[in-house]
């Protein structure tokens, strides 16, 4: 079942949203439709996965890794031929 949303863009996402329209001929709606639909399966994803990860993190005996620890991996990624992660405290 569909069902009509009405929404408020400016004039140049409007604008935009026409010349894409026309440039895949596709209708407006059919592009807002694939926005939402996608943007709704990104978040759904990363909220799930964030949940996912609390529920890791608050285990007894989780391990983490120091932020200063994962920077500095992350700067010399490439320079010393390391390529494996620094190791769970």
Partial sequence: MNTTLTIRIDDQTKKRLNKLASATART???LVWN????Y???????V???KKAVQRADQPGAKFIEHEEVASWLDSWGTKNEL???KRK
């Fill in 84 to 86: 494996k992660p620094p």
């Fill in 40 to 46: 709704l399966e990104i978040n759904e994803w990363q």
């Fill in 35 to 38: 926005a939402i639909k996608d």
């Fill in 28 to 30: 407006k709606s059919y």
């Fill in 48 to 50: 799930q996965e964030i």
